[in-house]
């Protein structure tokens, strides 16, 4: 099996290679995960100041409430009746007192909260996926730009990663947005379903339970399938600027011409950015633990081990902020790979390396499929 995919792995590791070369080239976009991480915390604190204003609209609500009607002076006062907090309690029960209980739930858009709410979590979930999608379309714009400079890394925009977010911005958000609401239908359709699963839990209906497992396991493939789409629709954006539909056609079709390829890159991707995180987290973990378990001697007066009496708590937060930083910073890895894989069969679709149409991946590649660029003639072929 492995003899049989030989050139198609070694095309992935050239890839691989190349990709770490654009990432070299263009070290700005390894910090673009915290734009998109400032973007995701002001989505989610409107959000969050938006519930929190529907959660308390309408007008207070205060009774009167004894905790012990049986009290002397308590048995003849009228419990939950409306009250007023800021006047004086004129009573002889000494347990009397005015009672916040809630929101008035009278008028039209009290009546539409939960309704209201309803579309608070919609919108949260379309900003959040439409972020997410602006951040792979910029890093897809970027990296393109990358591999279809001909003269590297002369022909390289000066600041691709900015052009890449205004050209997006400007050109693209509409298909973006339309790509993020498919998304949140599927993953509102998800949440409905483990609400409904909630609900069932406690019932012992065989059937109904086996049904529901079987769409909850549906809808996650589906979920799956849309994101994985998505992701490569935005890249086909990013290169050719075409509509959503007609990018995600084109990128899905141009997949399944080379699926084969497809498989053995994603999985030669998945190990290594496996093997990175676990390096990462992993050295993040053992340093954590000789520093805050006072095992590292020598470190200084303005270095100094804490004294702790149960360190294992910030060794966990140490590893887990590590997973998620490490987590950011590969993602423009994996789309960095990702986008050169598909500039990368475009290439082999679009070009025949003659004069007109040359081949624009790197030599490693043309060495490894046999292929080579047709010398100018009266000069020497173009380096890349």
Known sequence: MLIFLRQRIRIAIALLKEASRAVGQMMSTMF????????????????????????????????????????????????????DPMAPLNSSCPELKCTFTGYSSS???????????????????????????????????????????????????????????????????????????????????????????????????????????????????????????????????????????????????LLMRNVVRVVVLDKVTDLLLFFGKLLVVGGVGVLSFFFFSGRIKGLGKDFKNPDLNYYWLPIMTSIMGAYVIASGFFSVFGMCVDTLFLCFLEDLERNDGSQERPYYMPKALLKILGKKNEVPTGGKNRKK
């Open 107 to 253: 008028g039209l858009a009290q009546r539409s909260l939960f309704n209201l709410q309803i579309y608070g979590i919609l919108g949260l979930f379309w900003t959040v996926n439409w972020v997410l999608a602006l951040g792979q379309c910029v890093l897809a714009g970027a990296f393109a730009s990358f591999y279809w400079a001909f003269h590297k890394p002369r022909d390289i925009p000066t600041f691709p990663l900015s052009s890449a977010f205004i050209r997006t911005l400007r050109y693209h958000t509409g298909s973006l947005a339309f790509g993020a609401l498919i998304l949140t239908l599927v993953q509102i359709a998800r949440v409905i379903l483990e609400y409904i699963d909630h609900k069932l839990r406690g019932s012992q209906n065989p059937v109904a339970r086996c049904i529901i497992c079987c769409f909850k396991c549906c809808l996650w493939c589906l979920e799956k399938f849309i994101k994985f789409l998505n992701r490569n629709a935005y890249i086909m954006i990013a290169i050719y600027g075409k509509n959503f539909c007609v990018s995600a056609k084109n990128a899905f079709m």
């Open 32 to 83: 673009y995960p915290l734009v998109t991480f400032v973007l995701l915390v002001i989505c989610i604190g409107y959000w969050a100041v938006t519930a929190l204003y529907l959660a308390t609209s309408g007008q207070p609500q205060y009774v009167y409430w004894v905790h012990n009607t049986s009290t002397p002076g308590c048995e003849k006062v009228l419990v939950n009746v409306s009250c």
